[in-house]
């Protein structure tokens, strides 16, 4: 007999793919563009997905706002300390002069004790204004961080294949 031969192979199952990696971000939120589809090849670095970054970019306008608030503090605890120095500067003189008089008899003890506490009190609000430019500084420091965090989150709402070749399986959850 002459004639045409068919094979046929037959089976069920299910196909894996040879490598499978999962795709994920840092921060959630609702998916604004979606550039690929059920088992797409990607490259690495492409970018596959994007987040909806509005929320982000509030958080970071915020975080920037907030930095810029400490230094503006951080200034105006310095020009105190500026001038709580030049006040205790003041008083101690005021007292070293009612010192003198007062060792010559033209001031009262009473006065001489009012220039004292005058002059103690002046000294306490360069300990105190020095306090809060470190605390100020501090601030800084904090407002500075968050705006590093803010950026951060905000550079994770864009999604990038993590290596080439890559078939990404989309489901949402």
């Known amino acids: 007999d002459r004639g045409d031969m068919h094979e046929v192979v037959e089976a069920t199952g299910t196909i894996n793919a040879v490598t499978t990696v999962q795709v994920g971000s840092q921060v959630s939120g609702t998916i604004s563009k979606l550039n690929v589809d059920f088992n797409s090849k990607v490259k690495q670095g492409e970018v596959i997905a994007q987040i909806d970054p509005s929320l982000f970019q509030g958080a970071m306008l915020q975080a920037e706002a907030d930095a810029a608030n400490a230094k503006a503090n951080l200034t105006a605890a ?14 101690k003189a005021d007292y070293d002069r009612t010192a003198g008089l007062f060792k010559e008899g033209v001031m009262s003890q009473q006065q001489l004790d009012l220039a004292k506490a005058n002059s103690d009190t002046g000294e306490a609000g360069v300990s105190a204004a ?9 601030q800084v420091k904090q407002k500075d961080a968050a705006v590093t965090v803010a950026q951060t989150n905000l550079n994770y709402t864009t999604i990038h294949a993590p290596i080439d070749g890559t078939v990404i399986a989309r489901s949402v959850d």
């Open 78 to 91: 310095q020009a105190n300390l500026l001038k709580a120095k030049a006040t205790a500067a003041q008083t």
């Open 130 to 138: 020095e306090a809060q430019v470190t605390q100020a500084a501090a």
